[in-house]
């Protein structure tokens, strides 16, 4: 017996007492069954954008295409919350699409309503994916991250991201959030 098993270690497929596991699979056996690719949609929110100077929604295509997922189509729309709501619910209609990110509205001002527009069509919310957002982001820009409404959730067995519309904080969020999940969340939804 080792050291580290004397002092107490356990394998990941037991539990704290070294009994065998009793869940129904933990996350890296989770992740093994997942899809190497994901059919994602990318849908940009904004009054200014044009299709030339859309960084987020070219950032966020990018990186999908890069990790070896698949970018099924995106649109660009003004910040009007029946265009956003209309564009998700025409994905969610969609069997190609498995994922939708979304990039723009996500702030306070008068003109953000990417979140409402959103948050209404969904089914189930996953806080945790804006708690950890806005947690990375305070680490680069301070308090002002409080003022992100970055969300996602589940509608139709389909996955919904709604990021801001900084190049950065997109980056931020697939790097270090999505990406490193999509799989595993695409996964999830099927079973």
């Known amino acids: 017996m080792s050291d580290a098993e004397r002092a107490g270690a356990h394998r990941p497929d037991q539990d704290s007492a070294g009994r065998p596991d009793q869940r129904s699979g933990t996350p890296a056996e989770h992740k093994s069954h997942a ?7 990318v849908l940009t929110v904004s009054d200014s ?33 029946a265009q956003v709501a209309a564009q998700v619910r025409a994905q969610l209609a969609d069997a190609r699409t498995q994922v939708i990110i979304t990039t723009g509205g996500t ?8 979140y409402e527009a959103i948050d209404g069509l969904l089914e189930k919310r996953l806080d945790g994916f804006g708690e950890l957002f806005r ?31 900084s190049p950065n904080a997109v980056r931020l969020a697939m790097t ?14 099927n079973r």
């Open 135 to 165: 947690m990375l982001s305070f680490q680069e820009i301070g308090a002002s991250a409080m003022m992100s409404r970055a969300a996602a959730g589940t509608a139709g067995r389909k996955a919904i991201f709604v990021l801001p519309g």
């Open 49 to 81: 954008r044009t299709p030339d100077t859309d960084t987020g929604g070219l950032a966020i295509r990018t990186l999908l295409e890069d990790a070896g997922h698949q970018v099924t189509g995106h649109a660009l729309v003004k910040d009007e919350p």
């Open 35 to 41: 899809p190497a690719s994901v059919a994602c949609f």
């Open 176 to 189: 270090k959030l999505i990406l490193p999940e999509l799989g595993h969340v695409a996964q999830q939804l």
């Open 107 to 114: 702030g306070i001002t008068s003109r953000d309503g990417t």
